[in-house]
């Protein structure tokens, strides 16, 4: 299969390797310096694109992905805000993006748990939940992506939520995202339900980027021959 990469830090570095390892070929690299490559015939005879930058340049690379006709992998957080918008636009124009706030096998696993335990634990109201996420001192957003993705999927299954806030809440419907941004922690995230008598922990702790960049081209070999807005649920089928 021949690949695209969109961002050259240290994320594409290591999916460049994991590609090469798994038999693809990397057709065309996207960075800074670059950007006019994505008109480039390199670039469009790509099978697939997968792409990790920031959210101020996610969306324009998206759309240059659309009019080169690559489907997309991408796992840049930080623009949901605008996600109803892109949806429609793959819609209209037939293209392609698979998009995850995480892309280790390990977490879409977790994500599973996480919602069944929330549709437990409704039957408890007097568990109370918060969420605590660490991670490395680069990344920009907090909460991170994948604790926002976490916290929707338990505000969807707890009818005693119905938002998430940072840090503290201050209202029974709220659930608070405590992020800590530490060291080199590649990810850590903890979902604590705790009542007067007890309290139950679920945590997922990632000890390398690997689990992201195999999980991003796992995606990307699931990708290449699918049309429309595609997640870890359709590649895990949970």
Same mark, same amino acid.
């Given at each position: 299969?021949?690949?695209?990469? @969109?961002?050259?830090? =240290?994320?594409?570095?290591?999916?460049?390797?994991?590609?090469?390892?798994?038999?693809?070929?990397?057709?065309? @690299?996207?960075?800074?310096?670059?950007?006019?490559?994505?008109?480039?015939?390199?670039?469009?005879?790509?099978? /697939?694109?997968?792409?990790?930058?920031?959210?101020?340049?996610?969306?324009?690379?998206?759309?240059?992905?659309?009019?080169?006709?690559?489907?997309?992998?991408? *796992?840049?957080?930080?623009?949901?805000?605008?996600?109803?918008?892109? &949806?429609?636009? @793959?819609?209209?124009? !037939? !293209?392609?993006?698979?998009?995850?706030?995480?892309?280790? @096998?390990?977490? *879409?696993?977790?994500?599973?748990?996480?919602?069944?335990?929330?549709?437990?634990?409704?039957?408890?109201?007097?568990? !109370?939940?918060?969420?605590?996420?660490?991670?490395?001192?680069? =990344?920009?957003?907090?909460?991170? *992506?994948?604790?926002?993705?976490?916290?929707?999927?338990?505000?969807?299954?707890?009818?005693? &939520?119905?938002?998430? /806030?940072?840090?503290?809440?201050?209202?029974? !419907?709220?659930?608070?995202?405590?992020?800590?941004?530490?060291?080199?922690?590649?990810?850590?995230?903890?979902?604590?339900?705790?009542?007067?008598?007890?309290?139950?922990?679920?945590?997922?702790?990632?000890?390398?980027?690997?689990?992201?960049?195999?999980?991003?081209? /796992?995606?990307?070999?699931?990708?290449?021959?699918? =049309? *429309?807005?595609?997640?870890?649920?359709?590649?895990? =089928?949970?």
């Amino acid at each position: 299969m021949k690949i695209a990469l @969109i961002g050259y830090g =240290k994320m594409g570095k290591t999916i460049e390797r994991i590609a090469l390892e798994r038999g693809h070929e990397i057709v065309s @690299i996207i960075d800074v310096d670059n950007a006019n490559d994505f008109e480039s015939e390199a670039f469009k005879s790509a099978d /697939v694109a997968i792409e990790f930058t920031i959210p101020q340049v996610a969306l324009g690379n998206y759309r240059r992905t659309f009019a080169a006709g690559v489907p997309l992998v991408s *796992g840049t957080t930080g623009w949901t805000e605008e996600l109803p918008a892109i &949806k429609k636009e @793959i819609e209209a124009g !037939n !293209n392609t993006l698979f998009w995850s706030s995480n892309f280790s @096998i390990g977490v *879409g696993i977790f994500m599973a748990i996480n919602k069944q335990l929330a549709t437990i634990m409704n039957q408890f109201p007097n568990y !109370n939940v918060e969420m605590t996420e660490v991670h490395h001192t680069q =990344k920009l957003d907090a909460p991170s *992506g994948t604790g926002i993705t976490l916290a929707e999927g338990i505000l969807e299954k707890l009818d005693r &939520k119905d938002c998430w /806030v940072k840090e503290t809440e201050s209202k029974s !419907n709220e659930m608070a995202i405590k992020s800590i941004r530490e060291g080199q922690v590649p990810g850590i995230h903890t979902i604590r339900y705790e009542s007067e008598v007890d309290s139950i922990t679920i945590t997922h702790d990632a000890k390398s980027r690997e689990g992201f960049a195999l999980g991003a081209v /796992v995606a990307a070999e699931f990708t290449a021959n699918k =049309k *429309g807005f595609l997640g870890m649920e359709d590649l895990l =089928k949970f």
